[in-house]
T-cell receptor, first 116, second 115 residues
Framework: EAQVTQNPRYLITVTGKKLTVTCSQNMNHEYMSWYRQDPGLGLRQIYYSMNVEVTDKGDVPEGYKVSRKEKRNFPLILESPSPNQTSLYFC???????????????FGPGTRLTVT | GESVGLHLPTLSVQEGDNSIINCAYS??????FIWYKQESGKGPQFIIDIRSNMDKRQGQRVTVLLNKTVKHLSLQIAATQPGDSAVYFC??????????????FGQGTILTVHP
């Protein structure tokens, strides 16, 4: 089944404890992206990757790192999480960048992160 | 499901009515727009897209209208069904710019369809 998977789905952690949220897709997609979703703010893009070893900042990259060593995986790293990073996180992938008409972006199920 | 809709605009309709969801976008350089549907507890799902060289595009039961003059986008859903109840987001992209990988989402609108 074609899908985007994220792990973990739920995580409660403490301030300063490094964590990684994994994202994997099995559709051979070039483009992958991370978003955070907060009440009343919609989705905001954190980082995106046009292809392996190519990553770029979205609108809210501060406090996050990403890497794209393989096409299928795009982990999100929080080196020193803070309470303002408590949010719902979504990973997404698509065949190419979103501006290419008809290229549909597929989203994972989300990761609910709470930082205390 | 997860609560992501606090303080969002809401639209409440009866089953069978037509729904119109509006979106004002911010970047006059944006040239590609997408509508997404997000059901409770799930990730967003692509509905329909439109390029800036068009002012209307139709899909199955959905139509997107684009007014570049006032930077406004709308999604029309015909014969709305209870299964259409969700949060709807517009998103914009500047496909012709240097940051063509960036996607900016609107705040979202909660659509509730009553049987």
């Amino acid at each position: 089944e074609a899908q985007v998977t994220q792990n973990p789905r739920y995580l409660i952690t403490v301030t300063g404890k490094k964590l990684t949220v994994t994202c994997s897709q099995n559709m051979n997609h070039e483009y992958m992206s991370w978003y955070r979703q907060d009440p009343g703010l919609g989705l905001r893009q954190i980082y995106y990757s046009m292809n392996v070893e190519v990553t770029d900042k979205g609108d809210v990259p501060e406090g996050y790192k990403v890497s794209r060593k393989e096409k299928r995986n795009f982990p999100l790293i929080l080196e020193s999480p803070s309470p303002n990073q408590t949010s719902l996180y979504f990973c997404a992938s698509s065949l190419s960048y979103p501006g290419l008409a008809g290229v549909e972006q597929y989203f994972g199920p989300g990761t609910r992160l709470t930082v205390t | 499901g997860e609560s992501v809709g606090l303080h969002l605009p809401t639209l409440s309709v009866q089953e069978g009515d037509n729904s119109i969801i509006n979106c004002a976008y911010s970047n006059s350089a944006s040239d590609y727009f997408i509508w997404y549907k997000q059901e409770s507890g799930k990730g967003p799902q692509f509905i329909i897209d439109i390029r800036s060289n068009m002012d209307k595009r139709q899909g199955q039961r959905v139509t997107v209208l684009l007014n570049k003059t006032v930077k406004h986008l709308s999604l029309q859903i015909a014969a709305t069904q209870p299964g259409d109840s969700a949060v709807y987001f517009c998103a914009e992209n500047n496909a012709g710019g240097t940051s063509y990988g960036k996607l900016t989402f609107g705040q979202g609108t909660i659509l509730t369809v009553h049987p």
